[in-house]
């Protein structure tokens, strides 16, 4: 079974959003030190920290800015995290460097996503698949992204956050699990790693906040995206631990005027995700994306003209991707 | 959100096969006894213990004896236990009557077949649904039943058993989940909890064992066929807490001998349960799963003529069935 050992400085990039909270870095030092930082900052431009590359990409990318380190990152894999996520003092995983490890670990590990195995992630010590599990299954498939979770603050929608303004999640749940094909899920950005050369042209932000009419579905989005295309590909995405514990919470009234269309156009845009189908035509994370994009013009548009917005941005966002990845002997285009 | 007080002695019939090991029933009996026992003996006639009604019923009830159990309750509810498991020391649901509260707890919580909540069962004290759970399917579906799980001896098959004979579970995972639509899960007998009004006719355990070409597939068989009607009639299934430990590992050489058939038949079976349709028509579990049985002879019985035996098992099961529990306000036939 795969070691829990970080990965190796070639192997990853650290993207992280606007950092606002200065400590941020110096507690994740130990953890993140040995891997390249891109950090992508928006908002007040007196504050730029250094970002990489120059690239002017503003017709596509805006606040949902961290998917531009995910393009213009050389590596294989990405852990994309919040600058109001700490370390949590809870679970084994949280030696030293030991939380990448068990990140990539999950990476590195197949998903089993045709079959639930009542013991959880059949790869950790002392686990494996129960009486029951088809053995023709047991090899799994590869593992395309791997969604951490949060202890304190929970991940809360604005109307939740209202009315529940003192929950905090400290329910430490040991357990990573594969989620099953055709099911949809809500893939946070806060704690997030991926394989860029099996699900990187999928991981498409959208067009979220500054001058959109909907913001903090960003996530989601991309969530619904990958999840569709690995379901399509073949291909696994697990959620548990690793644990992060998230600090602050944001402002619910903030975030329910950035997220009101969000909460109902949500309800059109799930079954649409739910129930649509990639032909076996589609044989490449790009191709299924520029699909998908057809598909959103053609059955969200009608919702709001927003849709045909991000759907063109879907298509310029691909077109980019190439422009920077050109095909290697990893990658499957 | 519902409590974790056990269920009243008119709602709930707890269901044992063979005890041969009489400490189980002293174990127990601080939890158990508020409720009738429903103990159905196999093998040696000579250690009967009683049972309550003397049916005849061995054309189609064999070494699967506990479903005549579930079929003569008057109860709502029922909670099926192996006399190997025992009280567990971890977590904090093993206060007095706590466990069986647990159970009865993820029984009267709705399930979430449709969407994945990342923080699991959302009905639990500290948790809910996380940012983009559509609002429409928070409300949930009823829930069916709820599989726990095991600390120390793990439910492995035989050829598990035999290359990981020291392997014990010690992981204790605190969670609750609902298995998504369209996925399967094996579902395992040792620590079951059901509502016999909503999924009791579709629980027969078929013909397994003695005179049969196969063992150990009984709770398997009942599983896949629970699983279907549920997904198809709205129903959920959760799997996870309460754990009980289970003390004593079978024999994998006897298990082998057992399950050999079933290791590969299953490799047909699984497709075929994975890609059934069941129509609009078939409103009631009953009805299901009469035409689970017509779908059992037309595809399964290529494999072995035994599927045909059992497809006819599966008929004079739901016909008793109806015989013993006439429809009342309560069953929706």
Sequence with gaps: MAST??????????????????????????????????????????????????????????????????????????????????????????KRYKRIGTTHKNLLCPSTPFFFNTLYEPFRDGADFVRGYPFSLREGVPTAASHGLWLNIPDYDAPTQLVKPLERNTRYVDTVLTIPKGTLFPMCEMNLAFDRDLIGPATYFGLMEDGQPIGRYDDMWAGWCCKVICDHLGLGIKTGLPYIYHSKASNPFVNLKKEYKGNFWQEEIIPFFQTLTLSKEFTSVQKCYIELSRLVKENLGTIDPYFLKLSEAMVTWIEAWDELNPPTKHSSK
């Design 5 to 94: 050992s970080p990965p190796l400085k070639d192997e990853l990039d650290i993207v992280i959003p606007t950092i606002r909270n200065l400590d941020f870095l110096e507690m994740w030092r130990p953890f993140f030190q040995p891997y390249h930082l891109i950090i992508v900052q928006d908002g007040d431009p007196s504050k730029t920290i250094m970002v990489p590359e120059a690239l002017i990409m503003s017709s596509i990318i805006d606040s949902a800015c961290r998917c531009f380190g995910y393009m213009i990152s050389k590596k294989k894999y990405i852990y994309t995290i919040d600058d109001d996520c700490f370390v949590s003092c809870k679970g084994s995983e949280w």
